[in-house]
Every structure is written in structure tokens, then in C-alpha cells.
């Protein structure tokens, strides 16, 4: 048990007009709620329980250095998503521009998912080893350069090489950027609001990607998809070593490269659809991490329940609602004529779903639990999907539910990235939210092509998949996975 400061952000600021000093102390009881949303006073961190309680200190709002080191993150966060659907409409254009061929076109967007996908989990424990900012730093320096080669790509060669470097930079940056979020403000209101914004975001900027792409395209060339990523890793790389602290260990340990090996290759195979050897090396990563003395994750962290199944209903989030996005896509354009724009224009109701339920999701948990909110979700996106299945040129109206789908989608996602970082302690953050980033990736990745392949037997058919995934989902989460413990000391 310790004690700690929570942030509030609202309230004055200490030392304002009215504001008062009481004498820090510890009381032995917690008090049954909290009884002003803006008070923050000395906090008794407990292994489990709900909201932490005020024990008796003055206010303290979030700083303006903490909004705009928040803003820096969740900028650099939201361009990442981005980048994992800005180039699939420009994908003929490239062909035709670089001399790619049909056949090899799918690698521009599978080497990119590819590595961020499967150097996830490895990066996500250096960065609680090197230190958070410096892997977040080095990462946005690694995206700016070869999004600029990509950007200035003539050969295919070039251009799918650029491809891969900036899936490694993502997955260095993605998980660094989010540990570094959830150590900004300690477990409670200001963090799920935080991770709130950062989920909206997250799922938005896949929406974001399809739309800017083709407007990029049509209007300039694809190339500024690559080149709107210099912009913004140059502005990240000058503000964030001013506004973010680094996070470093005081005993750095070893790298347990048999681990990284084993895990990374697993999941590199089973993201490529390499499903046996996959399930082989991560069987064997199970079996070095038992044997290590300092592993790449540690047993009892595989074995949390909040880990987990946790991370399984964030793959299943991700998966469900990108392979619905893609399904739907496929429908406008093929079966309903809808132009590149128009199709991506009509999600424009997701998109703001998904912001709303970003916005909406702490107040959510704060009200029935992590748990509730996860299962809840997931029921009320299969709600929303299943009457999609009507969908057509005299019921176009029925996309406004992608509304309700969207917000839904994201009170899971925060849900699930609560439930994962809460279960581990301070000094493991990175570990915790590298897990968190590589599920959200894989289902990103494996979502659309399983559905592709329920999609051949009609749309019909795989929208109601869609649905029946995202309502079984709901009903064995709301017991499979523990009470969300809202503090966890360091």
C-alpha cells in the first residue's frame, strides 16, 4: 500500500484566491466516494477497489505543460493510425508511379502491419529499459526520415523498404507513447479521461486515413501521405524533449533476446497467416520466459487475468470493427456505386462515433467499472452492426448506425487499455502497454483479411459474423475478466 498524489482536471490551481493548505496526513480508513469531482488530496493506493479517495490536501489542476506534453502524444499517436489506412486507396496510383505490379501491391500496407504488428511487445520492454522518451524520440526520428524516402521514392525496392522502417517506427513509438501517457497521470479519472482522448483518436485517425488518403491523392499525389509524416515528426521531435520527462528503471536488466526472438517471430507468423509456426514459437517463448532469470515478459504477468483477457477483448475490439469498416467499403463501392470519396465520406458518422465514445467512455467506467463498460460495449456495437445487414440503395440511412457503433467500439477500447494498464505496477508500463498496442495492431492486421474471407460468401453473411463476434465477445468478457484496479503502486 503507498500513498500518492492524483492530478485532478478541474479545480484552481494551488495557491489560487480561496484555496486553503490542510496538513498532509494518511487516514487508516478510505473514504466511500469522492465528494468533489476536483479534489486531490494524499491517495491510499490499493491493490483493488474502485475510485482512490481524498484523504485531505488542497487541489491540483492539470498543468499546461501536462495538456500540451498530453497533446504531444496523442498528436503523434493519432498520425500513426493514420498511417495504417492513409495509402490503401492510393495503392494503384503507387503501382503505376514506382513500377509495382498487381500481385505485390498488398505489400505496401502488409510490410508496414507486418512490423509494427510483430516488434510491438519487443519495443514496448525496451522502452521500460532504455527509457520511454528516448525509445518514443528515436522512434518519430525513424518515421520523419523514411517517410521522407518513401515520399521520395522512384523504385519499388525504396519504397517498400521505407515501408518497413516506418512499421518498426511505429511499433517503437506506439507503445512508448502510451506508457508515457498512462505515467503522466497516475491510475483513476485523470487517466481514463486520458486514455479516453487517446482511443478516440486511435480509431478515428483509421477512418481519418481512408478520407485523407483520397483527398491527397486526387488534389496533390500520394506522396504527401508520406510527406504530412515529416511535418509531424519534426514538430514531435522539437517539442516533446521540452515538455516530457523521461521514465528510466534505477537497475536496467537484460534484454532477453531469446525471448524477443521467439515472440517476435511468432507473431510475425501468425500476422503473415503462418498459423502453425506461430503457435510453435510462441510456445516456445512461453517456455523460455519460465526458464529466464530476467524475462521479456514475465510469467505472472502472462498468467494476470487483467492482461490476458484484456488484451483479447482489444484484439477482438480492434479486429471487429476494421473488418466492419473494410466490409462496408467493399459494399458502397462494388454494390452501391459509390465513388473512393463518397465511400469515404459515409463513414464520416463512425469517425465521429468513435470521438464521442472516446469522450463519453471515462464517465462510463466511472459509473459501472472497466469490466461493465468492456462488456456493455461490446454488446451495444453488436447491436448496432447486426441491422447493417439491411443495408442498400433505399436504406442508405442505416450508415447513421455506425454512429452508435463507433461510440460503443471505443467505451470497449478504453475499457480494455484501463483493464491491461491497470493490472501491472508503474515500472512496467511499457511492458503493459507494448501488450496493449500489439493486440490492438494484430487484430488491426487480422481482422480485415478473416472477414475478406467470410465476405466471399456474401454481405449478408459477414456483417452478421461481425455482429455475433462483438455479442459473444460482450457476454464472456463480462465475467472472464477481473474488476479493474483503479491504483497500482509503484
Not at 464517465?363 to 451495444?380: C, H, M, N, Q, T
Not at 478504453?414 to 503493459?432: I, K, S
Request: net charge positive; with cysteine.
Amino acid at each position: 500500500m503507498a500513498v500518492r498524489d492524483e492530478p485532478c482536471l478541474g479545480g484552481r490551481e494551488p495557491g489560487a484566491a480561496g484555496a486553503q493548505e490542510s496538513p498532509e496526513f494518511v487516514h487508516p480508513v478510505i473514504v466511500a466516494r469522492r465528494e468533489a469531482p476536483c479534489l486531490s488530496l494524499p491517495v491510499l493506493v490499493t491493490s483493488e477497489g474502485s475510485h482512490p479517495r481524498a484523504a485531505g490536501r488542497t487541489v491540483v489542476a492539470m498543468t499546461n505543460t501536462k495538456r500540451a506534453a498530453m497533446a504531444v502524444l496523442l498528436t503523434a499517436s493519432f498520425t500513426l493510425a493514420v498511417d495504417f489506412s492513409i495509402l490503401n486507396v492510393a495503392l494503384p496510383a503507387i503501382g503505376r508511379d514506382v513500377g509495382l505490379p498487381l500481385g505485390r501491391l498488398p505489400w505496401v500496407t502488409t510490410a508496414f502491419a507486418l512490423c509494427a504488428a510483430g516488434f510491438t511487445l519487443l519495443f514496448g520492454r525496451l522502452a521500460d529499459i532504455a527509457g520511454r522518451r528516448r525509445t518514443f524520440l528515436a522512434g518519430m526520428a525513424a518515421l520523419g526520415v523514411s517517410s521522407l524516402v518513401g515520399g521520395l521514392a522512384q523504385t519499388a525496392e525504396v519504397l517498400l523498404a521505407a515501408r518497413v522502417v516506418q512499421g518498426l517506427a511505429t511499433a517503437a513509438v506506439t507503445p512508448a507513447a502510451l506508457a508515457l501517457l498512462t505515467t503522466l497521470f497516475p491510475a483513476g479519472p485523470a487517466r481514463d479521461r486520458a486514455l479516453g482522448l487517446n482511443g478516440a483518436l486511435m480509431a478515428a485517425g483509421f477512418t481519418t486515413g481512408a478520407v485523407l488518403g483520397g483527398v491527397l491523392t486526387g488534389l496533390l499525389s500520394w506522396r504527401w501521405a508520406f510527406f504530412l509524416n515529416v511535418a509531424v515528426a519534426a514538430v514531435v521531435l522539437v517539442a516533446a524533449p521540452v515538455l516530457i520527462d523521461d521514465v528510466r528503471p534505477e537497475h536496467r536488466p537484460r534484454i532477453d533476446w531469446a525471448g524477443a526472438v521467439t515472440v517476435t517471430g511468432g507473431l510475425l507468423a501468425l500476422v503473415h497467416g503462418w498459423l502453425p509456426v506461430g503457435v510453435l514459437l510462441l510456445g516456445v517463448f512461453w517456455f523460455v520466459e519460465r526458464k529466464v532469470a530476467q524475462p521479456l515478459v514475465p510469467v505472472r504477468v502472462l498468467r494476470s487475468r487483467g492482461v490476458g483477457w484484456g488484451n483479447l477483448a482489444g484484439l477482438l475490439a480492434f479486429a471487429t470493427e476494421t473488418s466492419l469498416v473494410f466490409v462496408l467499403t467493399i459494399h458502397l463501392q462494388d454494390v452501391l456505386g459509390y465513388s473512393p470519396l463518397k465511400a469515404g465520406l459515409a463513414f464520416a458518422a463512425l469517425g465521429l462515433g468513435t470521438v464521442a465514445g472516446g469522450m463519453a467512455a471515462p464517465r462510463v467506467i466511472a459509473r459501472i467499472g472497466a469490466r461493465g463498460a468492456l462488456a456493455g460495449g461490446f454488446v451495444a456495437q453488436a447491436a448496432a452492426t447486426l441491422p447493417l445487414v439491411l443495408l442498400g440503395p433505399d436504406r442508405p440511412w442505416l450508415l447513421a448506425l455506425t454512429f452508435a457503433g463507433g461510440v460503443a467500439n471505443l467505451v470497449a477500447i478504453v475499457a480494455f487499455m484501463v483493464t491491461v494498464t491497470n493490472a501491472l505496477p508503474l515500472a512496467d508500463q511499457g511492458l503493459a502497454t507494448g501488450l496493449a498496442t500489439m493486440s490492438q495492431q494484430v487484430g488491426i492486421t487480422v481482422g480485415t483479411p478473416v472477414m475478406a474471407a467470410v465476405l466471399a460468401g456474401g454481405f449478408v453473411p459477414a456483417v452478421a459474423a461481425n455482429a455475433a463476434v462483438a455479442l459473444a465477445a460482450g457476454v464472456l468478457f463480462s465475467f472472464a475478466v477481473p474488476p479493474a484496479r483503479t491504483a497500482v503502486a509503484a
